[in-house]
């Protein structure tokens, strides 16, 4: 049960962290300009807010080319 609540805490501690940072400042230009790109899909452009595309290719190490 203790080991249970270590890795829940340490989940929770880790979420509140990567959720707080401030991604956006990290995004590359290239990152922004596609997805701010107005040929994008509508439905795309409305899922932004949850699938946060700026953060994830961030994440991932997206870059041009």
Do not use: C
Not at 2 to 24: D, G, I, Q
């Amino acid at each position: 049960m203790v080991r249970y609540s270590l890795v829940l805490t340490a989940s929770l501690v880790a979420m509140a962290a990567l959720t707080l940072s401030p991604v956006h400042a990290k995004s590359p230009d290239a990152i922004s300009a596609a997805i701010a790109d107005a040929s994008r899909p509508e439905t795309d452009k409305q899922r932004d807010a949850n699938r946060k595309p700026a953060e994830t290719l961030a994440f991932v190490g997206v870059k041009p080319g």
